[in-house]
DNA sequence: TTCCAGGCCCATG
DNA sequence: CATGGGCATGGA
């Protein structure tokens, strides 16, 4: 029961759990109480520390990535106004160490879906195929279901978790990763090419969802989800109203512009696009009219 | 009621 | 290679 406190400066952990990254950590207090992998753990900040508890610290620190230079990183970020206005609004998010199957998981359930929706899912896939486990106030927690868990289940039984048409590509997918035909920890000796198009070959990964993986599962701090908020940024800020700009041009002019630590970038700029009250953006140009 | 959400996939030009 | 439509669900 006794804490201990890390210090954790150049960090924000409630904008970090609130960002879109991770869905599944709950407010208790001043603070969260989440999974990381299997193990319980509550997490508090005041100021520069992190309160946990005492045997847990390395856990948190690495799953935190309070390692990550920040100040370093942010120094890699391009100096334009948009840029700018994101990171003093993003100051401190940290892009997480997510548990490989749990993060590509969480992000094949989040196609066109909110991200209020996207914690709903998680939470009802854990309580109902997840391992509960205890944390030290007797609160009860879901461990994230194991791809061979999932595996074993049914659209139907995924679909009553509120999936939708995401059901048979999270059940698919689990039944490939169960099945060895992807070897997600494999995946880490790939070079990033080669470790999107692996991901690629899983049902309903596309480049975006392989990116979120490669970004908050596998560390690669320069991959760049591009995501219909990204994408209007982009569109917006960096192609002002030009025609013809295909997702293939913005991709690689994201790569080239955001530098070494582009997901960084992208965090930022999509945590505070998103935090814009709806009438900062334009309406769409091509509205998209529904059916006879 | 209508619109939209951290997309993917497949059918057409 | 680019574009369009379909796909489920729920909150604003």
Same mark, same amino acid.
């Given at each position: 029961?006794?804490?201990?406190?890390?210090?954790?400066?150049?960090?924000?952990?409630?904008?970090?759990?609130?960002?879109?990254?991770?869905?599944?950590?709950?407010? #208790?207090?001043? $603070?969260?109480?989440?999974?990381?992998?299997?193990?319980?753990?509550?997490? @508090?900040?005041? $100021?520069?520390?992190?309160?946990?508890? !005492? $045997?847990? @610290?390395?856990?948190?620190?690495? &799953?935190?990535?309070? #390692?990550?230079?920040? #100040?370093?990183?942010?120094?890699?970020?391009?100096?334009?106004?948009?840029?700018?206005?994101?990171?003093?609004?993003?100051? $401190?998010?940290?892009?997480?160490?997510?548990?490989?199957?749990?993060?590509?998981?969480?992000?094949?359930? %989040?196609?066109? !879906?909110?991200? !209020?929706?996207?914690?709903?899912?998680?939470?009802?896939?854990? /309580?109902?195929?997840?391992?509960?486990?205890?944390?030290?106030?007797?609160?009860?927690?879901?461990?994230?279901?194991?791809?061979?868990?999932?595996?074993?289940?049914?659209?139907?039984?995924?679909?009553?978790?509120?999936?939708?048409?995401?059901?048979?590509?999270?059940?698919?997918?689990?039944?490939?990763?169960?099945?060895?035909?992807?070897?997600?920890?494999?995946?880490?000796?790939?070079?990033?090419?080669?470790?999107?198009? /692996?991901?690629?070959?899983?049902?309903?990964?596309?480049?975006?969802?392989?990116?979120?993986?490669? =970004?908050?599962?596998?560390?690669?701090?320069?991959?760049?989800?591009?995501?219909?908020?990204?994408?209007?940024? =982009?569109?917006?800020? &960096?192609?002002?109203?030009?025609?013809?700009?295909?997702?293939?041009?913005?991709?690689?002019? %994201?790569?080239? &512009?955001?530098?070494?630590?582009?997901?960084?970038?992208?965090? &930022?700029?999509?945590?505070?696009?998103?935090?814009?009250?709806?009438?900062?953006?334009?309406?769409?140009?091509?509205?998209?009219? !529904?059916?006879?």
């Amino acid at each position: 029961m006794t804490e201990s406190v890390l210090t954790a400066p150049e960090f924000n952990l409630k904008l970090t759990l609130e960002s879109g990254q991770v869905f599944h950590w709950v407010p #208790d207090g001043n $603070g969260f109480c989440g999974l990381i992998g299997t193990t319980p753990v509550r997490v @508090e900040q005041q $100021g520069e520390s992190l309160l946990v508890r !005492k $045997g847990a @610290e390395e856990l948190v620190a690495h &799953y935190f990535a309070l #390692d990550h230079p920040l #100040d370093e990183i942010y120094e890699t970020f391009p100096e334009d106004a948009a840029m700018q206005d994101a990171l003093t609004f993003c100051r $401190g998010i940290r892009i997480i160490r997510q548990p490989l199957w749990e993060c590509l998981a969480t992000f094949i359930t %989040s196609a066109m !879906k909110q991200v !209020k929706h996207i914690q709903q899912m998680s939470h009802a896939l854990r /309580e109902r195929f997840g391992e509960p486990v205890e944390l030290e106030n007797g609160q009860t927690l879901f461990a994230y279901p194991t791809p061979e868990r999932l595996a074993e289940t049914s659209e139907k039984e995924l679909r009553e978790c509120g999936l939708g048409f995401r059901a048979k590509n999270l059940l698919g997918s689990a039944q490939m990763v169960a099945a060895g035909v992807i070897d997600l920890e494999a995946i880490r000796g790939m070079d990033d090419a080669e470790a999107l198009a /692996e991901l690629c070959r899983l049902p309903g990964v596309g480049a975006k969802i392989a990116n979120c993986a490669l =970004l908050f599962g596998y560390e690669r701090v320069k991959a760049f989800p591009i995501d219909v908020w990204i994408e209007r940024v =982009l569109r917006q800020i &960096y192609f002002q109203k030009k025609r013809n700009v295909t997702v293939k041009r913005l991709t690689e002019f %994201s790569a080239s &512009y955001f530098g070494p630590y582009g997901g960084y970038a992208q965090q &930022y700029l999509f945590h505070h696009a998103r935090k814009q009250p709806r009438s900062h953006w334009a309406k769409p140009k091509t509205a998209k009219r !529904k059916k006879p």
